[in-house]
């Protein structure tokens, strides 16, 4: 059974960091790519970033490039986001995502709120 559980959000004030952790259960996170997703209240559910299986090539959406770093750590079954230099447009619910060859899994998310 494919899980994956968010961990790590918070209330932040703005320049703050986080550290974001999606672990991943009922399957071999080395053969598949990962995303992190985010949405707003009001806002449609948009990608953050995602890290390849293959070579760890990675993404990361204009907003978010230069303060978000994603990685992975397959023996831990784990995908990372950290956040570094927080604003407060960055709040929302954080969530990973997998597609699979059974299908499209999303975490429960995880909350971020950055404010003073």
């Known amino acids: 059974q494919v899980q994956l559980v968010e961990s790590g959000g918070g209330l932040v004030q703005p320049g703050g960091s986080l550290r974001l952790s999606c672990a991943a259960s009922?399957?071999?996170?080395?053969?598949?790519?990962i995303g992190w997703f985010r949405q707003a209240p009001g806002k449609e559910r948009e990608g953050v970033s995602c890290?390849?299986?293959?070579?760890?090539?990675?993404y990361y959406a204009d907003s978010v490039k230069g303060r978000f770093t994603i990685s992975r750590d397959n023996a831990k079954n784990t995908v990372y986001l950290q956040m570094n230099n927080l604003k407060p447009e960055d709040t929302a619910v954080y969530y990973c995502n997998v597609v699979t060859l059974l299908g499209n899994y999303w975490g429960q998310g995880t909350q971020v709120t950055v404010s003073s």
């Open positions: 009922g399957f071999t996170l080395d053969y598949y790519a």
């Open positions: 890290i390849a299986s293959s070579d760890g090539s990675t």
